[in-house]
């Protein structure tokens, strides 16, 4: 009984290791382009839309829909931020500037991190940020992540 037992736990060791290694977000799987096409599970327009660039350093940049901003990002146990992010300083309509804010709020601080189906999540407590690879299909295309009301309320200019 004692062996069977400790085959048991073995096995499930074995397997949440191995499902921890193949969820594991890595440096090669988020040093790329990415756009933002989802915040709180509602699509944002494409045209214009934020980025994150990240190369394989680490070092990263991009658009917040007013700014452009830049820094070294950093993983740590499925955790991202990019540590002291500066950005230009440039005054946008009052829609982008709220997208800007939510946006650097949630690069600038621990975010949970996962990379799934080519898509980058990054969560925190107040929000979460969809990526998908520069020219790829949208996350909205990903029946998972749809949301059961997306709509186009950051299209229209209003608040989120």
Known sequence: MAVMLAAGVTACSSSNDANNAKNEVTTSGVAQQWQLTMIDQQAISAEGSPTLNVNKDMEVNGYTGCNRYFGKAELDNNRFKIDRMASTKMACAENAMALEQTMSQVLGQWSDA???????????????LVFTPVNSSKATDDPLLKSPAVNSRFNKGEKY
């Open 114 to 128: 996962s990379v799934r189906n080519n898509t980058l999540l990054l969560s925190n407590d107040a929000h979460t």
